[in-house]
């Protein structure tokens, strides 16, 4: 596969492939872990070790943004840095898929990749239900749950996992936040049902959870 200016590509890790430069050249790089990628609904294994990005103005755009902030993320501190690299795996899904045929058409990786995704970008909507991802996918409600449950996942079940992976961060970090918003922006409902799913995944209370990251102890309102 050659390369010009301008041009992106995939690679994966889990695959050997060699990089040679013919003539001084000035590339950037990101490395983001496969799970992730996963977490969003987003493929993290080709079909060859380098897969082409097509262009067009969408993953133009992306990589233009990319690497106007590598060209600044030295003067940058942590906190932007990370919250700018959650907006672009956030993007990642356009760089992927403007040459991943799965996330077309109907097929059944197509869906729950597309499902998965779109989950993702709405974890945060405590009305998010099977229904209305299927509606929002242009499917029935009955083929989506059996495209995720030959993989032995369930649309809802998944999008549970999202919301309380993002809790676990919310709760980990230092800033003072009540548990009353974590679980209302993580999508849930109730304050009881979150501590309830919480408790169930991470075997301890949000509240607990919180206290081992923090040196204060947050409030529940």
Known sequence: MSLKAGDMVLLDAAR????????PALCSTVQIPPHVLSERGIPVRFSSACY??????????????????????????DVL????????LDLM?????????????RSPEGMV???RQLIARRFGDPDLSL?????ELNVSSSSLMRAFRERGLSPMRFANSVRLEHASRMLADPSRITIQEVA??????SLTHFSRSF???HGMAPRDYAALYRNDSVTES
């Open 16 to 23: 050997g492939h060699t990089l040679l430069f013919k003539e």
């Open 52 to 77: 082409p990005v097509h262009a067009n103005p969408e993953v133009a755009a992306v990589r233009d943004l990319f690497l106007t902030f590598c060209a600044h993320a030295a003067s940058a501190g």
């Open 81 to 88: 840095r990370e919250r700018v690299g959650r907006q672009f």
């Open 93 to 105: 899904d356009i760089v992927v898929k403007s040459g991943d045929a799965s996330y077309h058409g």
């Open 113 to 115: 990749l597309r499902a």
């Open 131 to 135: 229904s209305q991802i299927a509606d």
């Open 184 to 189: 209302a922006h993580c999508g849930f409902a």
């Open 199 to 201: 408790k169930r995944e």
